[in-house]
T-cell receptor, first 114, second 114 residues
């Protein structure tokens, strides 16, 4: 099992609240990712990072922001949550090997915004 | 348009039976193809990865095939078990960028009944 952790696992909050989803990995991976997944749909990349102080937006437009101050930590923040943010958020990490770059996923955070 | 299409969308089989899941892709240029297993409420876990030169790879009761000419892959599960109930996701990586962009299918939801 991969050493990548996400907290909280489940979160129910009201509209307008600021939230931070935590993601940590102990594998020393340089690359980290955030995906959004709705039931029965494919994963959509919303943010990624090549390493410390490196962050990029992914394919899916998102109102969230991320930071990468330490290699092992890649938190995602929503300044003002809305019902449209209700989804499952998956964090992943991988090594720098481009050809066989396998992503290791955390267990996910299921967010519900009322 | 999603460049990775999986079929069937869902499948129910009896314990002990075999099954085959399909993945067709249009991603180009091709780097590699992975199959992931995602249990309900969990993050995906890698089962197999195949590069252009590989046409079959096994991982226990899971055997993946790849035909890079027709851009098709299959995942065969032998002697299914109740624990095989999950979503199986096909993921294709391209060579178009340093990141090696990933294209996700929507998954096949497999249910194994006793």
């Amino acid at each position: 099992e991969a050493d990548i952790y996400q907290t909280p696992r489940y979160l129910v909050i009201g509209t307008g609240k600021k939230i931070t989803l935590e993601c940590s990995q102990t594998m020393g991976h340089d690359k980290m990712y955030w995906y959004q997944q709705d039931p029965g749909m494919e994963l959509h990349l919303i943010h990624y990072s090549y390493g410390v102080n490196s962050t990029e937006k992914g394919d899916l437009s998102s109102e969230s922001t991320v930071s990468r101050i330490r290699t092992e930590h890649f938190p995602l923040t929503l300044e003002s949550a809305r019902p449209s943010h209700t989804s499952q958020y998956l964090c992943a990490s991988s090594t720098r090997d481009r050809d066989t770059d396998t992503q290791y996923f955390g267990p996910g955070t299921r967010l519900t915004v009322l | 348009k999603n460049q990775v299409e999986q079929s069937p969308q869902s499948l129910i089989i009896l314990e002990g039976k075999n099954c085959t899941l399909q993945c067709n892709y249009t991603v180009s240029p091709f780097s590699n193809l992975r199959w992931y297993k995602q249990d309900t409420g969990r993050g995906p876990v890698s089962l197999t990865i195949m590069t252009f030169s590989e046409n079959t790879k096994s991982n226990g009761r899971y055997t993946a095939t790849l035909d890079a000419d027709t851009k098709q892959s299959s995942l065969h599960i032998t002697a299914s078990q109740l624990s095989d109930s999950a979503s199986y996701i096909c993921v294709v990586s391209d060579r178009g960028s340093t990141l090696g962009r990933l294209y996700f299918g929507r998954g096949t939801q497999l249910t194994v009944w006793p």
